[in-house]
């Protein structure tokens, strides 16, 4: 089994930046990719950025790219979300999700409340 923790969120004026952690324990040597999603109000869940455990690959949703940045550390055990130039429409829950094999998991998530 594994557990994610989100933590980082906040308020933050337009044009400013916030980091948001997610922290994994557990079976965490399983664990093959992490990705952010987010929901904003009266929106779907929608996908924000992804990265292979080990560092390497990365993706990200137009609508963060060149302004998020995804990166992980396997020594904490911890995914990261860099974000730059935030947007009031960047506001809404941000939610860590891990794939250990096949299995999916999900954290609590961590607001995050962008005002202009």
């Known amino acids: 089994q594994v557990q994610l923790v989100e933590s980082g969120g906040g308020l933050v004026q337009a044009g400013g930046s916030l980091r948001l952690s997610c922290a994994a324990s557990?079976?965490?040597?399983?664990?093959?990719?992490m990705r952010w999603y987010r929901q904003a109000p009266g929106k779907e869940r929608e996908f924000v950025a992804r990265?292979?455990?080990?560092?390497?690959?990365?993706n990200y949703a137009d609508s963060v790219k060149g302004r998020f940045t995804i990166s992980s550390d396997e020594v904490r055990n911890t995914v990261y979300l860099q974000m730059n130039g935030l947007k009031v429409e960047d506001t809404a829950i941000y939610y860590c999700?891990?794939?250990?094999?096949?299995?999916?998991?999900w954290g609590q998530g961590t607001q995050v409340t962008v005002s202009s």
């Open positions: 990265i292979d455990w080990n560092g390497g690959w990365t």
């Open positions: 557990g079976r965490t040597d399983r664990l093959a990719t």
């Open positions: 999700n891990a794939v250990a094999l096949s299995t999916v998991y």
